[in-house]
């Protein structure tokens, strides 16, 4: 809930109340001539100049009430319904053991391509916020890691738990697409993508990539294909029995196949051989996949003016009391 006045400008009152104030405080009080004003002085003693305010003090509250009033003092919250028919994307990770070459870096630090990947998915995790991102990981298995869903911390706590291998050491790309197609192909969305990011080449599973993209293709699921890796051979972290050491090993990336994946899935191909070509495919991916959000806002209000006006009605009637009592006048 948020506090806030609807007519603000209504505040500028108080400028006019605290003039009010200073001419009463500084103007003569009400008099009456008598001749012996001295003894009444010594009479009702220094205790009476305070009690002559106590009027003054109480109007003065109730105006400063009565202007808040005024000003219609509200608590509100928001609440919005999107209406968007969004995006559906699938992204399919490889996690095999090449994904562990060192030819990436991040701030000037030589990372395992998988680490880069996490950095970059994660990045475009967070710019997809209305949109249900699923993950797939794969290696020598493919198994899906996380459904569609809308919790991008949830994705993002996943995404940070990927490590090399957990799906084997081989490539299964045609089981990669498989699955990601078959937790879209049932869904209805404007838009069902999926991603393929690999370095390799399809070494294990059932099925070709070809295959799977022909049938992801029958269910309207467009395939965007991303080999990451530069070409040749690429450094390795080894432990030996003099410490860490690297050593070179060539790591084969099967573009041919991951052109004819993107052209079947009516998508398209990009090689990443660094951190930085890896994050402008994404945002291109991400450019290109937009959807139109309508977002619709509803705006609930608690009027609170009667906090502050029967406080302020309750001070006038006790200024009225006492000016017509205790604190009587004389005219």
Same mark, same amino acid.
């Given at each position: 809930?948020?506090?806030r006045?609807?007519?603000?400008?209504?505040?500028?009152?108080?400028?006019a109340?605290?003039?009010?104030?200073?001419?009463?405080?500084?103007?003569?009080?009400?008099t009456?001539t008598?001749?012996?004003?001295s003894?009444?002085?010594?009479?009702?003693?220094?205790?009476g100049?305070l009690?002559d305010?106590?009027p003054l003090?109480?109007r003065?509250a109730c105006?400063?009430?009565?202007?808040?009033?005024?000003?219609?003092?509200?608590?509100?919250?928001?609440?919005?319904?999107?209406r968007?028919?969004?995006?559906?994307?699938?992204?399919?990770?490889?996690t095999?053991?090449?994904?562990?070459?060192?030819?990436?870096q991040?701030?000037?630090?030589?990372?395992?391509?998988?680490?880069?990947?996490?950095?970059?998915?994660?990045?475009?995790?967070k710019?997809?916020?209305?949109?249900?991102?699923g993950?797939v990981v794969?290696?020598?298995?493919?198994?899906t890691?996380?459904?569609?869903t809308?919790?991008?911390?949830?994705?993002?706590?996943?995404?940070?738990?990927?490590? !090399? /291998?957990?799906a *084997?050491?081989?490539? @299964?790309?045609?089981?990669?697409?498989?699955?990601? %197609?078959? &937790? #879209?192909?049932?869904?209805?969305?404007?838009?069902?993508?999926?991603?393929l990011?690999?370095?390799?080449?399809?070494?294990a599973?059932?099925?070709?990539?070809?295959?799977a993209a022909?049938a992801?293709?029958?269910?309207?699921?467009?395939?965007?294909? !991303? /080999?990451?890796? *530069?070409?040749?051979? @690429?450094?390795?972290?080894?432990?030996?029995?003099? %410490?860490? &050491? #690297?050593?070179?090993?060539?790591?084969?990336?099967?573009?041919e196949?991951?052109?004819?994946?993107?052209?079947?899935?009516?998508?398209?191909?990009?090689?990443?051989?660094?951190?930085e070509?890896?994050?402008?495919?994404?945002?291109?991916?991400?450019?290109?996949?937009?959807?139109?959000?309508?977002v619709?806002?509803?705006?609930?209000?608690?009027?609170?003016?009667?906090y502050?006006?029967?406080p302020?009605?309750?001070?006038?009637?006790?200024?009225?009391?006492?000016?017509?009592?205790?604190l009587?006048?004389?005219?």
């Amino acid at each position: 809930m948020t506090f806030r006045f609807a007519y603000p400008v209504v505040l500028g009152l108080l400028v006019a109340v605290a003039g009010w104030l200073a001419f009463s405080v500084w103007r003569r009080p009400a008099t009456i001539t008598y001749s012996m004003t001295s003894k009444i002085a010594m009479m009702s003693g220094s205790g009476g100049r305070l009690w002559d305010k106590i009027p003054l003090a109480l109007r003065t509250a109730c105006l400063v009430l009565l202007v808040l009033a005024s000003a219609r003092p509200q608590l509100f919250n928001v609440s919005r319904e999107i209406r968007s028919p969004g995006v559906d994307i699938m992204l399919c990770l490889d996690t095999s053991g090449s994904m562990d070459a060192l030819d990436f870096q991040l701030d000037d630090k030589p990372v395992s391509r998988l680490t880069a990947v996490k950095k970059v998915v994660g990045e475009f995790i967070k710019k997809r916020e209305m949109d249900r991102i699923g993950l797939v990981v794969f290696g020598e298995e493919a198994f899906t890691q996380a459904p569609l869903t809308v919790d991008k911390g949830l994705l993002l706590g996943l995404v940070e738990k990927m490590n !090399i /291998g957990m799906a *084997g050491d081989r490539t @299964a790309i045609g089981s990669a697409i498989a699955i990601g %197609g078959k &937790r #879209l192909k049932d869904l209805k969305a404007k838009s069902k993508i999926l991603i393929l990011l690999t370095d390799g080449r399809h070494n294990a599973g059932n099925i070709t990539p070809e295959e799977a993209a022909e049938a992801v293709r029958a269910f309207g699921i467009k395939i965007y294909a !991303i /080999g990451v890796g *530069g070409k040749g051979r @690429a450094p390795f972290k080894v432990k030996t029995f003099f %410490g860490p &050491r #690297l050593v070179y090993q060539e790591v084969d990336l099967d573009e041919e196949t991951l052109k004819k994946v993107a052209t079947i899935g009516g998508g398209r191909y990009f090689r990443a051989a660094d951190s930085e070509q890896l994050s402008e495919i994404y945002d291109i991916i991400d450019r290109e996949e937009k959807t139109e959000i309508k977002v619709k806002e509803f705006f609930h209000f608690r009027e609170l003016y009667h906090y502050f006006v029967i406080p302020a009605l309750i001070l006038l009637g006790l200024e009225i009391f006492l000016r017509s009592t205790l604190l009587r006048v004389i005219p």
